[in-house]
């Protein structure tokens, strides 16, 4: 697959601007973007750190992904994202190999990002994304 970096760890929160206000004290920089991406039902807030950001997810709804992992998991990390190139390549690949899928096809999602899923099942329980910039 080959990814160029940890485009960013996903950490799940109940409380966006409690979350926020621990992270810029501990990061000592200020969260960047905040953002609703309303199909996936979630707020989102980011940091940089060199090349890496942190995404901070709140849900907005709690049938949502997010609301249905903080119901069970509680807040932690979500998953982790790999910045790859040729991402509808990359999936076909992976489905090809065996690696069960959640997104077929990329999607929409934080900062414009097209986006897709590795279910947990094939990723050693790690939510995994793969990221790739639009052209």
Do not use: W
């Not at 929160?13 to 926020?20: P, Q, R, S, T, Y």
């Not at 040729?86 to 097209?114: F, H, S, V, W």
């Not at 986006?115 to 639009?134: N, Q, R």
């Amino acid at each position: 697959m080959n990814p160029s970096h940890i485009e960013h760890i996903g950490i799940a929160v109940k409380d966006l601007d409690v979350a926020i206000s621990y992270y810029e004290k501990l990061l000592g920089s200020k969260c960047y973007a905040v953002e609703e991406v309303a199909d996936q039902k979630v707020k989102t807030a980011f940091f940089k750190i060199g090349q890496t950001k942190i995404e901070l997810l709140a849900s907005t709804d709690p049938e949502g992904p997010v609301g249905k992992f903080l119901e069970k998991k509680g807040e932690g990390v979500h998953h982790i994202a790999f910045a790859v190139e040729g991402l509808q390549e990359q999936l076909t690949l992976l489905a090809e190999e065996g690696m069960q899928l959640i997104d077929k096809t990329p999607r929409k999602g934080a900062e414009g990002l097209n986006i897709a899923f590795l279910h947990p099942k094939s990723t050693f329980g790690v939510l995994t994304e793969l990221c790739e910039h639009p052209e």
